[in-house]
Nanobody, 125 residues
Framework: QVQLVESGGGLVQAGDSLRLSCAAS????????MAWFRQAPRKERQLVSA????????YVAEFVKGRFTISRDNAAMTVSLQMNSLKPEDTAVYYC??????????????????WGQGTQVTVSS
């Protein structure tokens, strides 16, 4: 089906930037809705951002709007999350995800079908 591998996480200070990347394998990548989720200790998993197959529809969670930007490159089979002005509350494991469902379904259900192993983002104050 789909295999996802994240990279780019690390330890940064508040106000710094990071760019997360997700490399995908699978012959149907271009048709999938792609998304980034995160989960912090003692908190529920959150949908951070999602992008549809063409890149024409994008969802960004209110708590990162104006700071995070999602993008995809179907030719390279990658999806990225540019994170600026990072805050300590952004500390979490970030997961790349792929779904066969429309972006509206992903946003509504806060779920996906395929998941990467996650990459740790730690923001110190």
């Amino acid at each position: 089906q789909v295999q996802l591998v994240e990279s780019g996480g690390g330890l940064v200070q508040a106000g710094d930037s990071l760019r997360l990347s997700c490399a995908a394998s699978g012959r149907t990548f271009s048709s999938y809705t792609m998304a980034w989720f995160r989960q912090a200790p003692r908190k529920e998993r959150q949908l951070v951002s999602a992008i549809n197959w063409s890149g024409g529809s994008i969802y960004v969670a209110e708590f990162v709007k104006g700071r995070f930007t999602i993008s995809r490159d179907n030719a390279a089979m990658t999806v990225s999350l540019q994170m600026n002005s990072l805050k300590p509350e952004d500390t979490a494991v970030y997961y790349c995800a792929a779904s066969s469902k429309h972006i509206s379904i992903v946003r509504n259900n806060q779920e996906s079908d395929y998941w990467g192993q996650g990459t740790q983002v730690t923001v110190s104050s």
